[in-house]
Each structure stands twice: as structure tokens, then as C-alpha cells.
């Protein structure tokens, strides 16, 4: 089976690692302009070639998946061609940065009966594992809290509203994916917001600032609650801190690291379990369920709609920060 990146970054990095340790995967290449970075990507992998278009990558490679590592605001031009061309699809997440764009997308999957799904990562590392395996010794109901406070970011697109939407589209996500999955279906969001990044030199270039930085609280009808901060606008090379955890009346799960590296159980009497050592490896394991789903042995590990919802969170809270009102849900 042979696969298409779309990209020549982090992101299409990753999916080609991932795809290298899943058993009859070939990559057949990455689509991109032929910048040194992507002349300098394809050089590292035998075999590997570079198209500057969709097009003639799918004549070309014959290949079955193409997976998408761009800016969101390419996201739908690019799923939707590979899907109309005969290809199942995977694309980074968020699906998109409108709820029309993700809408039309599932619709040309359906039409076309081409399998797709949105990467949701950190759904299927195996630190997450480990910290659902532990919330039920937590009690109920559960709050789930985030910092996740960084300096500007090194691309202008994740501070651009047309590019990649700010934090609470292109990260945030993860967390409102996780506690749909988790949590059940949410009642309301309420969110204030600003940009600290407009000022910045390294940003001079961005016309379009998205909010950088937002305090965001969802509730659920379930009781659960979550407090999500996100802050990506301050000076460059001044911070970097991220955890998440979950709170309980019998126990506190804490999650340190960008991807939960570590894990500390705080429990009654002052008993601390810290749990090291789990793997950040959500990519293999999701493109691995993909491959299985495109060869007729499984479902897609997370659908369309089901991504919809995430991004569907994202800009209720987008909303709440322009209003100022609690958004129903």
C-alpha cells in the first residue's frame, strides 16, 4: 500500500515515521513547493520523490492514502481533491477552520466512499492510556484543567485566523476531542480571550492575529467540568510550560510535559504515585487503525463528525470571547 504526504514539515515528518514501522506501507513521497526543506526532506528517505502538485502525485504513485500535513486553511483543497481522486485521506487535525469546510468534507467522503479520518493524536498515546485506566479512582464528578503557556510560536500561520487559527482551533482541540471522548456531550462554553502577540517582531508580517491567548471553561451534562488556558503570545524564548490534570473528589491525576511524558497520582494521605517512562506514539497508532480501515478490517479511528464537534467547541469559545455570553452548546 503506498501513501502520499501532503507537506513538508513537522507534522508530515511524523506520518512518515509512522508509516515506515507499519508492515506493507510504502510512502511514495511528499507534495510540496519544492523548498529546501522539502528538497532536503526527500533526500533523507530512498525511493522518495517530490511533486509541487496533487494532481501528479496521484497519477504518478499510484498510491491509496494521502495524508495531510499543511495549514489548516488548506486542509479542505486538499482532502477533498484526494478524495475525488480516487484516495482515502487522513489529515491533521483540526478537520477545518469553519464548520462549513468540515461539513463539506464528510459529504465528499460519503459521496465518494473514500475512507477519511482526522488525527487526534494525543487520544491514542499511551500516556492517556494510563490516565483513563486511573479517573475512575478519582470519583465523580471529574474537572479537568490545562495551562499550556508558551512563547510566540515559530510560525506565522498558528497566529494567523486565516492560516491555522490560533491556539483554541489548532491545539485546543486536543483537549475538547479528549473530553467529548471522556466526558460526554457539553452543555455550554464560556470564554475570555486577548492577543499578546500583536507587538511582537517576529509577527510583523501577520495581518490577521488570532487570539493568542484565552481562558476557556466548558460544562457538561454530566456534572464534569473543564478549565482550559492557552497562552502561545508571550516573549520569544521567555516560557514553556504545559500540564493537564484531572481532579476528583477521591484523587488528582496530573499530566506534565506536552504530551503527558509524566504522569503524577496524587491520592488520600498524602500517597504521590509518579508513573514515568509511557510513550508519546499517537501517530502510529491512529495511521496504524487507518491503514487497518482501509483495508477492510476496522472502522475509521475517529470520523469526521466526530472532529466536527472538537472544532465545533473551538469556535463556540472563538464566540464567547467576541460576545461575551455563555454559548449553549
Given at each position: 500500500m503506498r501513501v502520499l504526504i501532503a507537506g513538508a514539515g513537522a507534522m508530515a515528518r511524523k506520518h512518515i515515521e509512522a508509516y515506515r514501522k507499519i508492515e506493507d506501507v510504502e510512502v511514495a513521497g511528499i507534495i510540496s513547493r519544492p523548498s529546501p526543506r522539502a528538497i532536503s526532506l526527500v533526500k533523507e528517505y530512498e525511493g522518495f520523490r517530490l511533486w509541487e502538485f496533487l494532481e501528479d502525485a496521484v497519477k504518478e504513485s499510484k498510491a491509496e492514502i494521502l495524508s495531510v500535513c499543511v495549514p489548516t486553511a488548506l486542509h479542505p483543497a486538499f482532502v477533498i481533491q484526494g478524495m475525488e481522486w480516487g484516495l482515502h485521506v487522513v489529515t491533521e487535525k483540526p478537520i477545518a477552520l469553519t464548520l462549513e469546510e468540515g461539513h463539506r468534507m464528510i459529504e465528499v467522503s460519503r459521496?465518494?466512499?473514500?475512507?477519511?479520518?482526522?488525527?487526534?493524536?494525543?487520544?491514542?498515546?499511551?500516556?492517556?492510556?494510563?490516565?483513563?485506566?486511573?479517573?475512575?479512582?478519582?470519583g465523580s464528578p471529574l474537572v479537568y484543567g490545562v495551562q499550556d503557556i508558551r512563547s510566540v510560536r515559530p510560525k506565522l500561520a498558528m497566529h494567523s485566523r486565516s492560516g491555522n487559527g490560533g491556539p483554541v482551533v489548532d491545539c485546543a482541540v486536543h483537549d475538547f476531542d479528549m473530553l467529548l471522548h471522556l466526558f460526554g456531550k457539553p452543555r455550554s462554553v464560556f470564554a475570555t480571550g486577548d492577543i499578546f502577540g500583536s507587538r511582537k517582531p517576529s509577527l510583523a508580517a501577520v495581518t490577521d492575529f488570532a487570539i493568542d491567548t484565552a481562558h476557556i471553561t466548558v460544562e457538561f451534562e454530566k456534572a464534569h467540568r473543564a478549565y482550559i488556558f492557552y497562552g502561545w503570545?508571550?516573549?520569544?524564548?521567555?516560557?514553556?510550560?504545559?500540564?493537564?490534570?484531572?481532579?476528583?473528589?477521591?484523587?488528582?491525576?496530573?499530566?506534565?510535559?506536552e504530551f503527558g511524558e509524566v504522569i503524577e497520582h496524587y491520592r488520600a494521605g498524602g500517597v504521590v504515585e509518579t508513573i514515568r517512562g509511557l510513550k508519546e506514539n499517537g501517530h502510529e497508532r491512529i495511521l496504524r487503525l487507518f491503514v487497518d480501515a482501509v483495508r477492510g478490517k476496522r472502522e475509521v479511528p475517529i470520523t469526521g463528525e466526530e472532529a466536527l464537534e472538537a472544532t465545533r467547541i473551538a469556535l463556540a469559545a472563538l464566540g464567547s470571547i467576541e460576545t461575551g455570553r455563555v454559548e449553549t452548546l
Open positions: 459521496k465518494t466512499g473514500r475512507k477519511f479520518t482526522v488525527v487526534f493524536n494525543r487520544r491514542f498515546n499511551e500516556v492517556w492510556d494510563e490516565a483513563i485506566r486511573r479517573l475512575p479512582s478519582l503570545g508571550f516573549p520569544e524564548g521567555s516560557t514553556y510550560w504545559q500540564y493537564r490534570e484531572f481532579l476528583g473528589p477521591e484523587g488528582i491525576l496530573r499530566l506534565m510535559g
